[in-house]
T-cell receptor, first 113, second 115 residues
Framework: AQKVTQAQTEISVVEKEDVTLDCVYE???????LFWYKQPPSGELVFLIR??????QNEISGRYSWNFQKSTSSFNFTITASQVVDSAVYFC??????????FGTGTSLTVIP | KAGVTQTPRYLIKTRGQQVTLSCSPI?????VSWYQQTPGQGLQFLFE???????NKGNFPGRFSGRQFSNSRSEMNVSTLELGDSALYLC??????????????FGEGSRLTVL
């Protein structure tokens, strides 16, 4: 069974604080992909990152960084020096060998000016 | 480059009615997938079409159906609407189907309210 868990339903931080969004996944597949998407108030999901199961290198893109740890089945997302524009719902997702996406329930991030 | 276009953006139906939602993918994209987003269940995969063929289907009842046309535009239909069908229906397109492509481009969704 495939499952993605985002235990944090809502997070509020003050601008310029760092924030980490947690993602834990379950799959029996050895080959899979993990993703993060951002959903601003307008509704459409915006792709942020894709990571395959064989690449555990952490990635940094500007203020965004991702920590993939297979040992704990986690793919956490950190925003450094948060800004008001980062306010959105963030989804973690798993794509398995059946080519189906499994999304977490999302974490709503509010950055307070 | 135009994005994924979904119509209508908002609609209200009553129980028992049926609804058809439309999705026009990004030009050149041949894969279209549909998702239902509700506060309680989050985002759930409905189905995926590629070159007019349904490649994958999620765990939804047969009241939910879809199709894809030769120009890659897709429609989904929900018959005999129930209150629980109220949701944001998101369409996503990608250049190809298959493992690892993953860069889905989403539309803004069609928000369905069933009264």
């Amino acid at each position: 069974a495939q499952k993605v868990t985002q235990a944090q339903t809502e997070i509020s931080v003050v601008e310029k604080e760092d924030v980490t969004l947690d993602c834990v996944y379950e799959t029996r597949d050895t080959t899979y992909y993990l993703f993060w998407y951002k959903q601003p108030p307008s509704g459409e999901l915006v792709f942020l990152i894709r990571r395959n199961s064989f690449d555990e290198q952490n990635e940094i893109s500007g203020r965004y960084s991702w920590n993939f740890q297979k040992s704990t089945s986690s793919f956490n997302f950190t925003i450094t020096a948060s800004q008001v524009v980062d306010s959105a719902v963030y989804f973690c997702a798993l794509m398995n060998t059946g080519n189906q996406f499994y999304f977490g329930t999302g974490t709503s991030l509010t950055v307070i000016p | 480059k135009a994005g994924v276009t979904q119509t209508p953006r908002y609609l209200i139906k009553t129980r028992g009615q049926q609804v058809t939602l439309s999705c026009s993918p990004i030009s050149g994209h041949r894969s279209v997938s549909w998702y239902q987003q509700t506060p309680g269940q989050g985002l759930q995969f409905l189905f995926e079409y590629f070159s007019e063929t349904q490649r994958n289907k999620g765990n939804f009842p047969g009241r939910f159906s879809g199709r894809q046309f030769s120009n890659s535009r897709s429609e989904m239909n929900v018959s005999t609407l129930e209150l629980g069908d109220s949701a944001l229906y998101l369409c996503a397109s990608s250049l190809v189907a298959g493992m690892g492509t993953g860069e889905l481009f989403f539309g803004e969704g069609s928000r369905l309210t069933v009264l």
